[in-house]
């Protein structure tokens, strides 16, 4: 029985979307698996967290402003970078830790 479990921040999705989300994720897993049979056995869990719970770039979660500031301070950090690093050494030698 395939069993998917989605987190989301609290509020952000109408019950006729997280519904749209669970059918859309059962056809995704109905296709992996091969066979419409398996339909009837995929359960799908969405589980809403509150905000106070949530934290990005070790930030507090602050709706869409998160997402702006995150990929800002990424976007800094990407332009930083010289060359291409593959390896984990490498992204810590391109990207070090500061502070």
Do not use: C, Q, Y
């Amino acid at each position: 029985m395939p069993f998917v479990n989605v987190k989301l921040v609290d509020g952000v999705f109408t019950p006729e979307e997280k519904h749209a989300m669970a059918k859309a994720l059962t056809d995704v897993m109905v296709k992996f698996e091969g066979s419409e049979a398996f339909r009837e056995v995929v359960w799908v869990l969405i589980e809403e967290l509150h905000t106070d719970g949530w934290h990005i770039g070790g930030r507090p979660f602050e709706g869409p402003k998160s997402l702006l500031t995150t990929l800002s301070k990424s976007k800094d950090i990407v332009e930083t970078i010289d060359g291409n690093p593959t390896t984990r050494k490498e992204w810590a030698a391109a990207a070090p830790v500061v502070g």
